[in-house]
């Protein structure tokens, strides 16, 4: 069976997939790539186990086929091509033929059947967003996903929550919380699903930066992702996600606002002189003054920032994690940033100042660590 392909097109769509296969895979087979050509579409998988990503483009073929072919040997030929028609021809058993305008070069396939079989798409849910509000969700909830070893696995993924109107993305580390939350959607009925880090990850290197709907349909044992011409499919976390409404304050009795310009330098700047081991830093609140510290008594270094703030609340100490602290505000667009205080003990919300909460908003807050 002979199939036809432009070279550069292949490549691109192989680009999409390819860097899911690992370089030590669990079983051999995973290190190619599954092909399926049916009805002039070749449909390509790659796979690790966690995670199953295929790609389809248009070929001209003289038949239906299906095998599998070695992805490093595949790869390294089509990005050393011009573009121009391939023809691939397969015989029944799986040795491939891959001829060019200049050349012929052989390649032994495998047989399909011990390739890992993807998910079926059955008793799924679903809800459509744009591609880069996706995107967006995962950029912010992905940096208050912890270290693999030390949190509970009910922490190490995304959770998303399907409600009537909206559609929430969180993540927790039990140190803070990020909750981004899209407006107007209009899902087949409300639900949930844990997805793991790797599968995210994948999605954010993949999903284009444009406002094309993105298909998200899951059951209660793994999430499907579609747009353009990929489909993911990863297997959920089976744990309960932990309920975090109660951590959220229902409201605040003090609100600090401040140039996020201006604290994310500053912050930069401290950070030098802080103890590496714990991240501590001091923030004091004074008028509107506030007053940013840190120290490395083992190297007997310290640094002190102060910043004009907008606050009428009684003087305060509070003390941060710097790290968490600069990563979140890295997330927030606005140009201001509101920080919510209770008590130098309590959550402290970490806010855009002005958001428009009309289409899409972020949430996030944080846990003070104790003021020594």
Partial sequence: MKFIVSSSLLYKQLDKIVHIISSKPI???LENLLFEVVDDLVYITASDLEII??????????????????????IELLKNLPDQ???????????VSVTSSSGQYQIAGLSPDDYPKSPLLEGTENVEVPCNTLLTAINKTLIAIGGEDEIKKSMSGVFFEI???RINFVATDSHRLVRYTYMNVQASAPGSALVPRKPLAFLKSSLPDKDDLCKIRYNAQHLFIV???VTMSCRLIEE?????APVIPEKSNFCVSVLKKDMESALKRVNAFTDKSTNHIIIRLDGNQLS???QDTLFNISG??????????DSMSLSFNVQFFIEMLASIETTEVEIHINSPNHVVPLLPKGQDKSTEFLFQLMMPLAVS
């Fill in 27 to 29: 079983i051999s087979i």
């Fill in 53 to 74: 990503a295929k790609v389809n483009l248009s070929v001209t073929a003289t038949g239906n086929v299906k095998f599998a072919l070695p992805s490093k040997v595949l």
């Fill in 85 to 95: 028609p391939l023809t691939f021809d397969v015989d029944e058993l799986y040795h």
């Fill in 163 to 165: 409600l009537d109107d």
């Fill in 227 to 229: 747009f353009e011409n």
């Fill in 240 to 244: 309960k996600y932990p309920n975090y």
């Fill in 292 to 294: 940013i510290s840190g």
């Fill in 304 to 313: 002190t920032e102060k910043l004009s703030c907008q606050y009428d609340g």
